[in-house]
Each structure stands twice: as structure tokens, then as C-alpha cells.
């Protein structure tokens, strides 16, 4: 590696232990995901025991309470452990996410007893979440939603279908938005599914362009049986449960664009100080510095942003605009950065004896997942002009 080749990511960081604990991820980083990363990938394989290892190591719980065995660290410093991982391997970064979503409902609205018994598994016991949203007919309109939760007594029963769900058919625990009142946004309850529960079946995962090694998965439920310990929060407040978690949760997207088009940034350096035409180094065209110049600068544009975001939300104050302005940036941002790395290096960014190729291709699903960013303009706007008025 060259003086000018790719150089760690200077971080600014709270205190001595987030420095040592960014430390700590890189290490497990280059000895666990990076050697096996575009290898697993290719052959569309989950790394079960990566999660596994990230759990015991408490990187599944960075940002939750340590009384439940979270790591009590600030999402300022979680979303920068999610860069580094999604540099590694998207599939370890967003599945972290995911994970982290997964948590979200039963952390900040269950009960205290609801708490004790099932976040110490779920934060640093193995355990893999999901968060199931999403419908085959309502993705970007929620609110909509159609699978249905019924009660007799103590006990609910769960029908319907949710679709693109993250780590479908592998999780350990989901949580379920299911309607349990009238149409829209009041008739929806959250629920704290098992993965294992009876009359639960996972389609075959879909094959997508990019992270071949995360499944994702529709998910049917058949008469799910649940008692009414597992509802988290009160009948009707799902969806408000729900979208405190994805404002949270998109920052959570933002940091892995980041890292994802950092890790096409440091490809491309490391590409061009090594490769010569026309008898001088690539580092000596003006075009191409310009080019690399533009993509460090939108990635710290895009890290700036999110952190800013994320120290609002620290301090308990608004950041839902912020969130979304986040994910909205951050995720075009990588697009752009990953597109330009590929050109960058011509033929050989187009092959898969690189990784720039790989970086595109799942670049692409961070622009929609979690609120696509047509939903995040929408939210933006709605922050700056007031709502829609749907009038004539």
C-alpha cells in the first residue's frame, strides 16, 4: 500500500472505550468478514456464525440499555461500528440493522417484564431478529396492511402474509405489525413473534441482485397463535411503534451507504496507485482525481449528516426530517460513489475478481429499502411545507 493508498476512516468519537471499541470491530473485521466476503456472497451464504460471534462480542446490542446486556453506547457511536461492517460485507452491516430494529419495539415500549425475560436473548444470547412491515400490497403505504391478529382470551391468532422480510426463514424472534382494529394507521399492534411458532412458514428467498448472502423472504402466517404477553404496547399503537423504529432504522441504511461507498472509495485509490497507462501512474490524470476527489467528498458529506442526526437523537430530541434527509443522501451518495468506482476502473471494476462490481450492485437496495427515497422526500417535504392537502 502507497502513502496515498486507501487509509483508514479518522473517526470522531465520544470517548476512549468507542475508540477502543471501533478498534475492536476492525480487528474482527479483517479476521472474520473480509477474507470470506465476496466468496460467501457469490455463493449466496448467510453467515449465521458471523451474527453468532458479533453477539457474543456485544455488537448486536450497541445501542440498548446495559440491564438487558445492551452495550449502552450512543447511536453516534453504533451507526460508525454499522460503516465499518457494511464495508466488510453488507449482509454482516445491514443484518446488524435489522437486528437492531428488530429490538426496537420491545426495548422502548414493553414492559418491564416483557423486558427481563426476552431482551437479555435477544440483545447478547445468539439470537437473530426481523422486523415484519412490509406486504406484497403495502410497502411504501404501511399503513395499509392486511395481515390480521385476532383474539380469543389471552391468546391471539395471526393471519396473513408479510413480504421482504430480512433474514426471513432464519430468525430467531419477529416483530410483527398485524391489524387487531379498523383500516389505517390506529387499527395496527405490534407483536413479539418466535421464529419458531407454529403454522409460521418462510417462502424459498428471493433471488435479488445484490446481497445474495442475506435472505429475504415472505413470511406466512397460519393461524399463529401468540399470547397476549407478546403484544408489545397497546392495542392500536403499532404503527406509531413502527415508525419510531424506522426513523431510527434509517439511519441505520445511511451508515452502511457510507460504508459500502467507502469501501468502492478505497478499491478505486488502491486501483489507481497501483495501475499505469500511457507510462504514468492512473493517480496522475486530472480526470480521474477529480473523480475520486467528488466521491470522498459525498461520502463525508453523508457522514457528517448522519452523525448530526444521530446526535440529535442522543440528546432525546426531534430527528425524524434529519433521519430522512440521512437516508435520502447517504443512499444516493452510494450509488453514485459505487457507479464512479466501476468506471474508474473500466473493465476490470465490471468483473467479479473485484469487488467495486458487488458494491453497485448492493448499493442499489439501500436507495430502497426502509421508506424508499421518493417516501423520504415525501417526509422532508412534509417537514418543511406542512402535509398534503389532497383538495380538488
Wanted: proline share 4%; hydrophobic share 40%; with cysteine.
Amino acid at each position: 500500500m502507497t502513502d496515498h493508498g486507501p487509509q483508514p476512516v479518522e473517526r470522531q468519537l465520544p470517548t476512549e472505550e468507542a475508540r477502543d471499541l471501533i478498534s475492536l470491530v476492525r480487528e474482527l473485521v479483517q479476521r472474520e468478514i473480509e477474507p470470506h466476503a465476496a466468496e460467501e456472497e457469490d455463493a449466496g451464504h448467510f453467515p449465521r456464525q458471523v451474527f453468532g460471534l458479533l453477539s457474543a462480542s456485544g455488537l448486536l446490542a450497541l445501542p440498548y440499555a446495559e440491564e438487558f446486556g445492551g452495550g449502552d453506547q450512543p447511536y453516534e457511536v453504533y451507526l460508525q461500528v454499522l460503516e465499518e461492517l457494511a464495508a466488510a460485507r453488507l449482509t454482516v452491516g445491514l443484518g446488524v440493522s435489522v437486528h437492531t430494529l428488530a429490538c426496537h419495539a420491545l426495548a422502548g415500549y414493553g414492559t418491564k417484564e416483557q423486558q427481563q425475560e426476552h431482551l437479555p436473548a435477544m440483545l447478547g444470547g445468539g439470537l437473530l431478529g426481523a422486523y415484519c412491515l412490509s406486504e406484497p400490497s403495502s410497502g411504501s403505504d404501511a399503513a395499509s396492511l392486511r395481515t390480521r391478529a385476532t383474539r380469543t382470551g389471552d391468546t391471539w391468532a395471526i393471519e396473513g402474509t408479510k413480504a421482504w422480510i430480512t433474514h426471513g426463514g432464519v430468525a430467531d424472534f419477529y416483530t410483527v405489525l398485524a391489524r387487531t382494529g379498523g383500516e389505517g394507521a390506529r387499527g395496527i399492534t405490534a407483536f413479539l413473534v418466535p421464529g419458531d411458532a407454529a403454522g409460521l412458514t418462510a417462502a424459498p428467498p428471493e433471488r435479488k441482485m445484490g446481497m445474495k448472502g442475506s435472505p429475504t423472504a415472505q413470511l406466512h402466517f397460519d393461524g399463529v397463535e401468540v399470547s397476549d404477553a407478546r403484544r408489545i404496547g397497546a392495542e392500536g399503537q403499532g404503527f406509531a411503534i413502527a415508525l419510531s423504529a424506522l426513523d431510527s432504522g434509517r439511519l441505520g441504511i445511511a451508515a452502511c451507504a457510507i460504508g459500502v461507498a467507502q469501501a468502492a472509495l478505497d478499491q478505486a485509490l488502491a486501483f489507481v496507485a497501483e495501475r499505469r497507462q500511457f507510462g504514468r501512474p492512473l493517480s496522475d490524470f486530472q480526470g480521474l482525481r477529480f473523480m475520486l476527489a467528488d466521491m470522498a467528498t459525498q461520502i463525508e458529506a453523508g457522514r457528517s449528516l448522519y452523525l448530526a442526526a444521530a446526535r440529535l437523537r442522543d440528546q432525546g430530541r426531534p430527528f425524524s426530517k434529519q433521519a430522512a434527509m440521512a437516508k435520502l443522501f447517504c443512499t444516493d451518495a452510494g450509488m453514485r460513489v459505487t457507479t464512479d468506482a466501476v468506471q474508474l476502473m473500466g473493465g476490470y471494476g465490471y468483473t467479479a475478481d473485484f469487488p467495486a462490481e458487488r458494491y453497485m450492485r448492493e448499493a442499489k437496495v439501500l436507495q430502497i429499502v426502509e421508506g424508499t427515497n421518493q417516501i423520504q422526500r415525501m417526509v422532508v417535504a412534509r417537514h418543511l411545507a406542512g402535509p398534503e392537502s389532497h383538495s380538488g
